[in-house]
């Protein structure tokens, strides 16, 4: 174990992240419905216990010699014996213009321009052209250089960079199967994330990683990120709408992806843009629709998936506006964030890997299971929202959009599956335990005793549902660790300014998306006390109020079908009303409802609509085959409590939520704002403008497109298509004033101020 000492002369201690009194728990295990064959794979039960290594770090362990100069020169020794491809092969480009598709694209344009050999010529030359857009060899001396370097900017940034050994060990098992690439899925925290997963791939001998780069980079940094192993999207891509707009340069992508993957080189998926939290990018969508193709044309007989999780206390080169779109990324603008960060008092960092699961056994099983039926959002919630009755919930979908083809669905599918996988995987930093108390429990000034008391009854909280800290140490320690690491944002013990909140709201995701279900079933519960208790402001009622199972149950469906399931945490391959279900139960475990004894039946304050000879209730959980026996069978009722070690907890989890109700509320809100249609890009901007014009709101892009995204499901937004491109407008039942105060009257009775 490390110990580092603080400013303020503590001992900060960062190596094992866990709590000696809890079971250490091993997270990011796969999905057992979606690969439920996958789930012993490159697993085994002491792996947990393997403990943690620092990768910052380079020592004489990870070279072949022993002593006392090489432990002064053991960075350079490690970097020297590293096994890196000298150059892209060189029959690279032959094997481009040799694929089946690329063939068939050029030949279709040459015999479009006589087909003749200067025109051959020609499309030789294009394809090699838009082949050194996407890549260019890798220079083994200069990416020797950066990963020499990279360890010291690391150790100046960070007091360590944890990996679990167990989660390594199962990649290393994974990356020995033969003729099987890897492909690592990744969330995107910060701009140093595709160097530091470079560097531990290379480091830990997995292989000198291709890693995908975004389109907002300059023309210097790009053709440097180049030679490091970076991939780019080629230029012709970029105005594509859709799949036949690609042309060549989509074709050329495919052969080149396939090439990759049959050499077995790692490949690095970032699953969504620095600036949208959470929010799958379009060109995460073009890379995982490479990798289906190459699987589904038989290019390699199977793909392992790795999720990937990395927690920071305060991610790097992360500064500037929440609301402010992305910015063009280039080498001065890197310099600049690097010389910013190396100011910030040095945080913690810590990279998760999740259990590799078979791509063929995910498609096979998505092919066939929900994620190709059901029904949509609009179909289920809109009938709440403007109070009419829903003919059928018994096939809810898993997924929102559940249109376009079938590759396009299983690409939305895959995407959001590692996506979830990959948060849930990451481990919580005090930071942002923190900041979500900071930010939902103390809103006025608050002394240091009672927030050391707070965070210790949270941090247990999380470890008793099996949630991953990536920090140990003395408690006072670690507070003031996390108030330094928040000024000037959080601005110490006082009150949130407002220019802070929207980073607070980033910094506690991690805290919201660990306990979201639970979140969603205190708000379904307020919905519910404040139905029978209109007087009543708070989820706080007298400890003889009994609540409905049924309504609860409908209750917290409702909030499910409101927000993305990847924001509160939850699998999205899983029906929301088997979500609905768990939350519940998890509800009762923690200590939150209890259940209520059936007497003769509970009748005080059941709001559940009765079961009448004219039909069933719209949310039917039940099962009313048996109509003779419903007044013999005493309803499941259950009656508030308090968990014991963190009062106020149920107040809390209703916070929790505040931010993104919040957002969708001004959302909703907006609708009354814009002309109609309009463009996607000026509907964002201007819902930002509207949302900064709210003093005690929070600005935070991520939040507003996940609104957006949030509308188009359930019907709300609609696009229309134009000559011109794609046009957001009001659905018709929307364009009605009474039916867009009913949907803000719906966001409303779940918000906690």
Not at 34 to 56: I, K, M
């Amino acid at each position: 174990m490390k110990t580092w000492i603080s400013n303020s002369d503590q001992n900060l201690e960062v190596f094992i992240p866990f709590l000696g009194k809890y079971h250490r728990p091993f997270l990011g295990r796969c999905c057992q419905t979606c690969t439920p064959r996958s789930w012993d794979g490159f697993y085994a039960e002491d792996l947990s216990t393997l403990g943690f290594r620092d990768v910052s770090r380079v020592t004489e362990r990870d070279t072949r010699f022993r002593g006392w100069l090489v432990r002064r020169v053991c960075g350079f020794l490690a970097t020297w014996e590293w096994e890196i491809p000298s150059e892209t092969p060189r029959e690279l480009p032959g094997k481009i213009c040799g694929s089946r598709r690329v063939q068939d694209v050029a030949s279709s344009r040459a015999h479009g321009c006589g087909g003749d050999e200067g025109s051959r010529r020609h499309w030789k030359e294009e394809i090699c052209r838009i082949l050194g857009e996407i890549q260019a060899p890798l220079s083994p001396l200069l990416l020797r250089l950066c990963h020499w370097m990279l360890p010291k900017l690391l150790s100046r940034l960070f007091l360590s960079v944890q990996l679990q050994r167990g989660q390594l060990e199962m990649v290393l098992r994974a990356a020995r199967t033969p003729e099987v690439p890897l492909v690592f899925l990744c969330t995107q925290q910060s701009q140093l994330d595709g160097p530091l997963l470079s560097f531990l791939l290379l480091s830990q001998g997995i292989g000198a990683p291709r890693v995908t780069v975004g389109t907002r980079i300059s023309p210097g940094l790009r053709s440097l990120l180049q030679r490091l192993g970076g991939i780019f999207l080629p230029s012709g891509m970029a105005q594509a709408r859709s799949e036949r707009d690609e042309g060549l340069p989509g074709a050329v992508l495919d052969a080149y992806v396939q090439e990759v993957l049959r050499s077995r080189q790692p490949l690095v998926i970032f699953l969504e843009e620095p600036l949208g939290l959470l929010q799958l990018s379009d060109p995460a969508r073009r890379w995982l629709l490479r990798v289906l193709r190459a699987l589904r044309d038989g290019a390699v007989p199977d793909v392992r998936i790795v999720p990937v999780g990395i927690a920071y206390d305060v991610a790097p080169g992360r500064a500037g506006r929440d609301g402010a779109p992305p910015q063009p990324l280039g080498i001065a603008a890197c310099l600049r964030a690097a010389f910013q960060a190396l100011r910030r008092p040095r945080g913690c960092a810590r990279v998760d890997f999740s259990q590799p699961f078979s791509l063929r056994e995910f498609v096979e099983n998505n092919l066939v299971g929900p994620t190709l039926s059901g029904n949509r959002p609009e179909q289920l919630l809109l009938p709440t929202i403007l109070g009419t009755c829903v003919p059928d919930v018994g096939n809810v979908g898993t997924l929102g959009a559940g249109v376009g083809t079938e590759e396009e669905i299983l690409v939305t599918a895959l995407g959001l599956h590692t996506l979830s996988d990959s948060s849930a995987c990451s481990a919580i930093m005090a930071v942002g335990i923190t900041a979500a108390l900071l930010l939902h429990r103390h809103r006025e000034a608050v002394l240091l005793p009672r927030l050391m008391r707070d965070f210790s009854g949270l941090l247990e909280q999380l470890l008793l549902r099996g949630r991953a800290v990536g920090f140990r140490g003395q408690l006072r320690a670690l507070v003031l660790h996390s108030l330094r690491q928040l000024q000037p944002p959080g601005a110490g013990l006082g009150p949130p300014e407002a220019s802070a909140r929207g980073q607070l709201v980033r910094l506690a995701g991690g805290v919201r998306q660990r306990l979201g279900g639970e979140a969603a079933g205190a708000c379904a519960i307020r919905a519910l006390l404040l139905e029978v208790l209109p007087i009543l402001g708070t989820p706080c009622g007298p400890p003889g109020i009994v609540l409905s199972r049924e309504e609860l149950l409908r209750k917290i469906l409702e909030v499910l079908l409101l927000l993305p399931p990847i924001l509160l945490g939850l699998q999205p391959c899983q029906p929301p009303e088997r979500h609905s279900l768990d939350i519940l139960d998890k509800l009762v475990l923690g200590g939150l409802l209890e259940e209520e004894e059936p007497e003769s039946e509970c009748r005080g304050c059941d709001v559940a609509p009765r079961p009448s000879s004219r039909g069933h209730s719209c949310w039917d959980f039940t099962d009313d085959s048996d109509s003779d026996s419903e007044d013999r069978v005493p309803k499941r009722c259950y009656k508030l409590s308090e968990p014991q070690g963190f009062p106020g907890f149920l107040l809390f989890l209703c916070r929790l939520l505040s931010p993104v109700l919040r957002s969708y509320g001004r959302a909703a809100e907006f609708l009354e704002r814009p002309p109609w249609p309009q463009p996607e890009a000026d509907y964002v901007e201007a819902l930002l403008e509207f949302l900064n014009e709210d003093e005690d709101g929070y600005l935070d892009r991520s939040l507003a497109l996940s609104s957006l995204q949030s509308f188009k499901d359930m019907g709300v937004l609609e696009e229309l298509q134009t000559p011109t491109g794609p046009l957001l407008q009001l659905s018709q039942p929307f364009q009605s004033a009474s039916n867009r105060e009913k949907l803000r009257a719906f966001i409303h009775q779940f918000t906690q101020l």
